[in-house]
């Protein structure tokens, strides 16, 4: 396999027979031997027929499966190993391991190699996620992983070394392109995205939003979700942007009056070229939907699209609430949004929206006024809206992508 993976003091490469030596003795250091026994060499013959079995039969990208050897640059001296491989035994994770001899440890080589392997095996691998195991007392490879920015998931007992084993599981998702082998660390990641107000955000992209999302987007399947009726029905579309689930709308409600509030007057802007013969059934609403006055059981329908997963929950709680209040009785209001499958995964997202917004007051970070995603897991959503006064909460479509799942809600009054 010819791969090669450099940072500014590494190299990762795949062993060669030359290895050999290095690959025994590095094994067999204190520390690996009591972590990692299953990686122990006892000769430098073994540790041969362990490369050459490697290099034919492991390597597979596809799956993936990839081991190299760690090599200093300074003096192309082999001071471990790292690797990429599925666990069938442990539930087909695609996981992580490495280690680093006893005597190179300390020098930061695992975290360097550990973020250069990440971002191959998300950029160049086409992975989703990353799993890594550690036994609890391991407290070394633990801070390394907490580094890496994965997130502890739980402890289980696993198969391992021919018997079962106590690991702390530890999981990473691929929320964001890592631009090359060698980066600071999460945070500093996520700190590469400016903030930007919801108002700035869009009135920016509006001239080419609707053609930027048109395929991203299901706004047939959205629009066939509202009841179909031929009554004057009033509904109430919070966070509209340039309105392109307008005309799906009104295929099932045609004789429905929709108030559009939304932040960004680009957006609006648009909303209403695109709709030039309902204008007599649009009211046009420059306000967030997060401190607006919402008019009291004035709606028959409230909906929104795509613009809740920027906001925390005690923030959501508190705009489903003013949402609740805004429908008649037995009113109901639809949702299309994301959610993720996974509470670490929002708890990722949580730790990104932290770092990007540093430095801003609490009040920015917390009401939803900057543009940066916080989805959480159906679960959570749907208690949010139970929490807030609807009745009953209803999954009507959802759609599972990359960490993200498409979801369509109905909560009634």
């Known amino acids: 396999m010819d791969i090669r ?115 191959w095996a998300f950029e160049k691998a ?12 391991n407290e070394a490879s633990r801070r390394v ?10 402890t289980r007992l696993l198969p391992h070394n021919g018997e079962d084993c106590a690991f702390d599981c530890f999981r990473l998702y691929h929320i964001d392109d890592i631009t090359s082998p060698e980066w600071d660390d999460m945070r500093s990641l996520y700190r590469l995205y400016r903030p930007e107000s919801m108002g700035t955000f869009f009135n920016t992209r509006a001239g080419g939003y609707n053609s930027a999302v048109s395929n991203n987007y299901d706004y047939q399947k959205f629009g066939a979700c509202f009841p179909k009726t031929d ?52 009211t046009i609403v420059k306000a967030s939907y997060t401190d607006w006055d919402y008019p009291q059981k004035a709606f028959d329908i409230v ?23 805004a429908i008649k009785q037995g009113g109901a209001y639809i949702e299309g949004g994301f959610i993720v499958g996974d509470a670490l995964l929002a708890e990722q997202y949580r730790r990104r929206h932290e770092a990007i917004t540093e430095g801003l007051t609490e009040k920015e970070k917390a009401s939803g006024e900057y543009h940066v995603d916080v989805p959480l897991t159906l679960d959570v959503q749907i208690q949010l809206l139970q929490n807030a006064g609807f009745a009953s909460v209803e999954v009507l479509a959802d759609e599972t992508m990359l960490q993200y799942c498409r979801v369509i809600l109905e909560a009634k009054k």
Not at 126 to 137: N, R
Request: with cysteine; net charge negative.
């Open 231 to 282: 009554e004057a029905v009033r509904i109430l579309n919070v966070g509209c942007g340039t309105g392109i689930e307008l005309d799906y709308i009104w295929g099932q409600c045609p004789n429905a009056h929709i108030t559009c509030v939304d932040v960004s007057r680009g957006m609006l802007d648009v909303l209403l070229k695109t709709h030039p013969d309902r204008h007599d059934c649009i």
């Open 145 to 154: 992983i907490e580094k890496l920015g994965f997130i502890y998931s739980d």
């Open 126 to 137: 086409g992975q989703d996620e990353l799993s890594v195991f550690a036994k609890p007392e």
């Open 5 to 119: 993976i450099e940072t500014s003091r590494l190299i990762l490469r795949p062993f060669t027979e030359s290895d050999a030596a290095a690959a025994s003795y590095n094994s067999k250091q204190p520390s690996v031997a009591h972590y990692m026994p299953e990686m122990v060499k006892e000769t430098e013959e073994a540790a041969l027929g362990w490369i050459r079995h490697v290099n034919k039969e492991l390597f597979d990208v596809g799956k993936p499966c990839v081991l190299f050897a760690i090599v200093r640059k300074a003096d192309e001296r082999c001071m471990g190993c790292i690797f990429i491989n599925r666990k069938g035994e442990w539930g087909n994770v695609v996981e992580m391991g490495y280690y680093i001899a006893d005597e190179y440890q300390g020098n930061g080589y695992a975290t360097e190699a550990g973020k250069a392997m990440i971002w």
């Open 303 to 325: 909906t929104s699209h795509a613009m809740m997963h920027h906001l925390f929950p005690e923030e959501k709680t508190g705009v489903y609430r003013k949402i609740l209040g």
